[in-house]
């Protein structure tokens, strides 16, 4: 696992931008682009693409269908990626469920779940979130009670993400109501066509549907369907590789969206003329580029200390913090540069011909990203939750 | 000045708001465009009821109140996100015609404006001009008849069913605002949705035939007309944004003293009192200019103040919209509670009227000139 070197990683990033070059079809790269979410179908072919070429989770042992790459080649890997635009795929299979099976599933459990989970035949989804466990996830209720050979689950999780797109759901569920909170809790996995399992959808305030209220009523799961001990689950869940939390950051994703928002400034114009010469709006795109040249630094710096130390600890909330905070700022001067042309709705661009929405520099969907965006502050520990980690973890408040 | 609401003006308020509260909810009606609300009883009754010719001349049927009422209706509408030709008709429309030089066709329209049973709106934005509504490189060309237009209007409001634009072009030279049906021959229009779910449209001019009669001003008086047509829909648009914030955060409040995590309620963390806070003192300064924005557009219709007060209200707008939906968690996001709709509409207000830089130039200007 020796590092690249600097010829090897010029060489390294150049397959990927010819793989992504050639791979990823023009509409699929137009969506990715405008910041726009690409449909199930297209995500499962894509990550079907990298398996075929080996790169379909690189962070996992190569037995597993991953690769022996340095802590260095993945980030490379990945960040390459985004920049070149390919379709970012959720998390839930190979980042979230992958290392938790990996580190605490049987070698059954692993021979039955890994491959699909690779490949996308199963399309997981997170439950942990509940009506009223949120920030303070260990307050969960759904119950699961042991009859035998099963778990009778009843309850629900909500602001579950492409819960509609699933096959399967990994969740925590109370095995344990007198234990005090984090442990009574275990962690499942659940057949999303068992019978008492539905899916209500929640639409974002702009209309997107991502986003599912998962209800469960009298699920039966077999207890071989448990990952590690009974009421062990709070740790388990845990298990999120140290490297994943460099990725919160969103680096690669901002930069990308810096050249749009460059390119906009270009090729939208008022009536002083062309935007990039306006001198407030350079000064505005300059503040947010200053911004994003941080970002990358940071996350860099993150790398460093993983190499070193083997963890980045509770730098991961800083970059969190400021990660989300940069990506808002880039979109919010998109939309700003797109100014008009931002107007209208989603539908709208689908039904009305381009040149009748005045749109000279492809402003299209500015808006339904600036608002996606939203999501991350709050989800998977909000802004506020990472504060509090900072001044309590870090500054000794 | 003044800034308590007289007890009339308070009345008003108050019928405003009973009326919204019994014929208009969001929820129910999101999927209606703001062009489609003109059609709803909701808007009859605002019409019988004499609010939505105001501010329109008395001798032609309307209220003869000022901009004090209007910000009182627009706050109003934004609070209760009621998305209507409010503005694009009565206000935008509505003041350019009130401030154009008399004509039997001025009278005709502002008459039928007050009595709710025609609807207008402006045309004025072009393709690269940003959010300057003066500039226009529509010229028309001297033939026999009139003249005869061609060119493209962009993000005209509430088009659909509407019985005519004003729409502004050059003739012989200098500035004109123009009235023009939508059937005219050669005019076409492209409706569309915007995010917020008021109704958008691109207008394009094929060599329409302009007779002189459909002159409504030239030249500085059509500048006069327009700047105080701009004024007022700045001046609305900064009370409409105003209202957002005032409905997004009380909600909000009471979410927090409602919402209980870590067996507490989310209003006893100081994280999170000191953001409300802030956030009150902010719409504090906004409400003080935007009343006192509306007193001076009293005495001066196209008076710089209304500017100030949309180049606060478009930041403190997008701040205080996006802590709602931060403060609620993942429900924010959600359309069905709806707290994300206020966002929204502010931000496109902000890109109907101009963003801040806009509107904090034409300040500049204004007040120095
Ligand atoms: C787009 C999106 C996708 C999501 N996807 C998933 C998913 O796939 N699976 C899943 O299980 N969950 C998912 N979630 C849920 C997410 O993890 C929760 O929304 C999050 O944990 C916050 O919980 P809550 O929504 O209940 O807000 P609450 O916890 O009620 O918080 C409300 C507000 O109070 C603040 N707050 C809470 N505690 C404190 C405190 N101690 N001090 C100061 N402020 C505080 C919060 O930061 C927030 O601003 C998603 C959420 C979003 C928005």
Partial sequence: ?397 | MEFMLTEEQQLIEDTVARLLEKQWDPRRDQALLSADVARLPLWHELAELGLLGIALPEEHGGGGMGPVELTVLCRRFGRDQLRSPFLSSLILAGTALTCSPLSALRDQWLRRLATGDAALTLATLEDGAGYDHHHTAIEGQRCQQGYVLSGRKRAVMDATGVDAFIVSCRLNGELALVLLAPETEGMAVASYAAFDGSSLATLTFNDVLLPEEAVLARGAEARAALDAALAHGALAAAAETLGACEGALERTLDYLRLREQFGTKLARFQALQHRASDLHADLEMLRSLVSGAAQSLTHEPAHADAFAAMALAVPVGDRVCREAIQMHGGIGMTLELGIGRYLLRVNALSRLLGDATHNGRLYLERMEA
């Fill in chain 1, 1 to 397: 696992m020796t590092d690249l070197s600097r010829s090897e990683e010029i060489r390294f990033r150049q397959e990927i931008r010819e793989f992504v070059a050639s791979e990823v079809p023009e509409s699929i790269r137009l969506k990715v682009a405008q910041g726009r979410d690409v449909s199930r179908d297209e995500t499962i072919a894509w990550q079907r693409k990298l398996v075929a070429q080996g790169w379909g989770a690189v962070h996992w042992p190569k037995h597993w269908g991953g690769t022996d790459w340095s802590l260095q080649k993945r980030f490379v890997f990945e960040e390459e990626m985004a920049l070149a635009g390919a379709p970012s795929i959720p998390p839930f299979n190979t980042r979230m469920l992958g290392p938790i099976l990996l580190e605490y599933g049987t070698e059954e459990q692993k021979e039955r779940f890994l491959p699909g989970a690779l490949n996308m035949d199963q399309w997981w989804c997170q439950g942990y979130s509940e009506p009223s466990a949120g920030s303070d996830l260990a307050a969960l209720r759904t119950r699961a009670v042991r009859e035998g050979d099963y778990y009778r689950v009843n309850g629900g999780k909500i602001w579950t993400s492409y819960a509609h797109y699933a096959d399967w759901m990994f969740c925590l569920v109370r095995t344990d109501p007198e234990a005090k909170k984090q442990k009574g809790i275990s962690f499942l996995l659940l057949d999303m066509c068992d019978e008492g399992v539905s899916v209500e959808p929640i639409h974002h305030f702009y209309g997107a549907h991502i986003l599912n209220q998962v209800l469960l009523e009298d699920v039966k799961v077999p207890v071989s369907q448990r990952i590690g001990e009974e009421n062990t689950g709070w740790t388990t869940a845990k298990a999120l590789l140290e490297h994943e939390r460099l990725a919160t950051s969103r680096h690669a994703e901002a930069r990308r969206k810096l050249g749009r928002l460059l390119a906009l400034a270009k090729a939208n114009q008022d009536a002083s003329g062309a935007l990039h010469q306006r001198a407030d709006l350079k000064a505005r795109i300059a503040e947010v580029a200053v911004q994003v040249k941080a970002l990358e630094f940071a996350t860099r710096r993150g790398l460093e200390m993983l190499i070193r130390d083997g963890r980045i600890g509770v730098f991961a909330s800083s970059l969190n913090l400021k990660g989300v905070a940069i990506n808002q700022a880039v979109d919010e001067a998109i939309m700003d540069i797109a100014g008009v042309d931002a107007l209208a709705a989603d539908a709208a661009y689908d039904g009305l011909p381009r040149d009748l929405l005045n749109d000279g520099g492809d402003a299209r969907y500015v808006a339904e990203s600036r608002y996606y965006l939203r999501g991350p502050a709050i989800a998977a520990g909000s802004n506020e939750v990472q504060r509090n980690i900072i001044a309590k973890h870090v500054l000794d408040l």
